[in-house]
């Protein structure tokens, strides 16, 4: 059980460090590649989102490479 | 409704439901130390922060899943409906004191990682009796987590509506782990009546207000409507109330049939911004207006007011004496088709 657990743990800690570091991108630069309103957006918007951008980090991220339509 | 995306989207109502909300939660906080208090003096105000907002939590989770089938069986309901996305982030703020307090109290003060402990200090998971509680209130607290982190209009834009739906229907999911928590939590400490109480009656609602109004609706898709030169038969023109809607199943697909200022229009059923119910909606300044979220279509051609670009399908409308009748074959998004007068 401590096996499960150890690796569920790591398994989080891992995803959420990895969020954190995709919602600094995000706040720094990401924001307006991933979604062109956020052009025109304050930038205190992006500092409400970071919890949500460390949460769905990879349905995001994949926005990031998708080619732009017009 | 936007053309950029706003920190909080406050209007007028928004702020008074907001205010009631905070005003209620403050109001349920004192009145519960005091009547602690008032049974039980020693009471520390660690274990009063953390039955105060785990309880009410529960409750304000109980409100949550209940005004949904609640607004659907009577309209009356409908503006707590309104701003529910506000009430379920202040749900989760009191979740986290909770988890928080109950995190730093019962696992922050040893040389053990906080998480790591809330898994491991009680390894009995094989046990009824015994069960580790607290990891089934920790993982519910990662999905609340979750919804309210994305309760922003961005996330429904970017994570598509099907995904951020499939996200936030994990609430069924949290309030199951909530149930365990506190249930098997009781075996454990000292829990009140008041909470096992409030969460027997809360569930015996949930559970019943989903199934009548899952029975409503199954109605609504399955009756069989009369047919005539291919158009169908809605209704008697007096069932349907001024500015509101009867909604009607047409090729699978149901649809919001509006009468207003001597006019009746249809559109699709589904609101383009979260998939609002919009027939559950009324006519607000000529615009049919979703009951979620305040979402906007004109009834002629069902597009957004300018400079909004949503659009939803119409439905062709006409009258034979006071029944009314429906084309089943859906116009095109955002199609102009001039209304039925009566």
């Known amino acids: ?70 | 409704m936007g053309l950029d995306y706003q920190l909080v989207l406050w209007n007028k109502h928004k702020k008074t439901y907001d205010k009631i909300i905070v005003f209620s939660m403050l109001l349920y906080v004192i009145l519960f130390a005091i009547v602690t208090l008032a049974f039980n003096s020693e009471t520390s105000a660690e274990t009063l922060i953390i039955r105060a907002f785990g309880s009410l939590a529960i409750i304000m989770l109980h409100i949550i899943l209940i005004i949904g089938p609640l607004a659907r069986l009577n309209t009356n309901f409908l503006p707590i409906l309104y701003n529910r996305r506000h009430l379920g982030v202040s749900m989760f703020i009191a979740a986290l004191i909770h988890g928080g307090f109950s995190i730093f109290q019962f696992h922050a003060l040893g040389d053990t990682n906080p998480v790591y402990s809330i898994f491991t200090s009680n390894m009995d998971y094989g046990s009824l009796t015994n069960f580790p509680f607290q990891v089934l209130g920790f993982l519910a607290l990662l999905i609340l987590f979750v919804m309210a982190s994305t309760s922003h209009d961005f996330f429904l834009g970017n994570l598509s509506a099907k995904v951020w739906k499939r996200l936030h229907m994990m609430v069924y999911f949290a309030y199951a782990l909530i149930i365990a928590h506190v249930f098997l939590g009781a075996f454990q400490q000292e829990t009140s009546l008041f909470t096992i109480g409030i969460l027997i009656i809360g569930f015996i609602a949930v559970a019943s207000l989903h199934l009548i109004t899952a029975f409503k609706e199954r109605k609504i898709d399955t009756t069989k409507a009369n047919e005539k030169e291919g158009w169908l038969e809605v209704c008697d023109i007096s069932e349907i109330e001024e500015d509101r809607a009867k909604i009607f199943t047409v090729e699978n697909e149901r649809v919001a049939v509006f009468k207003y200022d001597g006019k009746l229009s249809a559109i699709h059923n589904v609101c383009k911004h979260q998939g609002g119910p919009l027939g559950e909606g009324k006519i607000i300044d000529g615009c049919i207006t979703c009951p979620w979220h305040g979402y906007q279509y004109l009834p002629n051609n069902g597009q957004s007011p300018p400079p909004f670009t949503e659009k939803v399908a119409t439905y062709e409308l006409k009258l034979d004496g006071k029944t009314v009748y429906i084309n089943p074959k859906a116009f095109d998004e955002g199609t102009e088709v001039k209304p039925c007068k009566y």
């Open chain 1, 1 to 70: 059980m401590e096996l499960i657990i150890n690796v569920f743990l790591s398994i989080l800690g891992i995803y959420f460090a990895i969020g954190f570091l995709f919602g600094l991108y995000f706040i720094i630069k990401g924001a307006t590649k991933i979604d062109p309103l956020m052009q025109d957006t304050k930038k205190k918007v992006r500092f409400l989102l970071f919890p949500g951008v460390i949460a769905t980090w990879p349905f995001l991220i994949g926005k990031l490479f998708k080619p732009k339509t017009v």
